[in-house]
Antibody, heavy 121, light 109 residues
């Protein structure tokens, strides 16, 4: 069965970086883009970007360009999302969500459980 | 970047019908924006309800339907149930850049 398991909660100081992982199993890793979405406490959903698992090509929301980097390691079927120069505004739950490369399959059907990133001095 | 707008809150009576809408600052929402609707309950990850305007997932209750209405994407709930009380988010694609709406808090009362 499809599983997407994210890394555990993180506490970081302002100015630091955080790298969240999303380990996938139960489906062909190269068959789905991975999108990243975050949700600050009590706030709405915010789209960060996506990565193509085959080419490693990425597209980011304008707000996060230059501060977010999405990568993947096909050998371990794992996606990564790193946010640098953290501020308190980056405190949020970060989710990964898969999206099929082809017209076959249901987009955004599986999500990771979420990773809480807390930025605090 | 485009701004996607939703009603901040709506209330529906049990068994009633309500329509949530999703507008775009760039103009009319079309099928080319591939509208999505998500439901989120407290403490849970979002769950997709509809995609590409009208398509449903295997888990989507029949009482939910997606459409385009008056230049906006719309999610209609017909026959509201208490368990439908949740936050609802639309998501639009702008040539591969995706933007969420601010969300609608739906109360079933």
């Amino acid at each position: 069965q499809v599983q997407m398991v994210q890394s555990g909660a993180e506490v970081k100081k302002p100015g630091a970086s955080v790298k969240v992982s999303c380990k996938t199993s139960g489906y062909p890793f190269t068959g789905h883009y991975m999108h990243w979405v975050r949700q600050a406490p009590g706030q709405g959903l915010e789209w960060l970007g996506w990565i193509n698992p085959n080419s490693g090509g990425t597209k980011y929301a304008q707000k996060f360009q230059g501060r977010v980097i999405m990568t993947r390691d096909t050998s371990i079927s794992t996606h990564f999302m790193e946010v640098s120069r953290l501020t308190s505004d980056d405190t949020a739950i970060y989710y990964c969500a898969r999206y099929p490369l082809s017209a076959v399959g249901s987009p955004f059907d599986y999500w990771g459980q979420g990773t809480l990133v807390t930025v605090s001095s | 970047q485009a701004v996607v707008t939703q009603e901040p809150s709506l209330t529906v009576s049990p068994g009633g019908t309500v329509t949530l809408t999703c507008g775009s600052s760039t103009g009319a929402v079309t099928s080319g924006h591939y509208p999505y609707w998500f439901q989120q309950k407290p403490g849970q990850a979002p769950r997709a309800l509809t995609y590409d305007t009208t398509n449903k997932y295997s888990w989507t209750p029949a009482r939910f339907s997606g459409s385009l209405l008056g230049g906006k994407a719309a999610l209609t709930l017909s026959g509201a149930q208490p368990e439908d009380e949740a936050d609802y988010y639309c998501l639009l694609s702008y040539s591969g850049v995706w933007v969420f709406g601010g969300g609608t808090k739906l109360t079933v009362l």
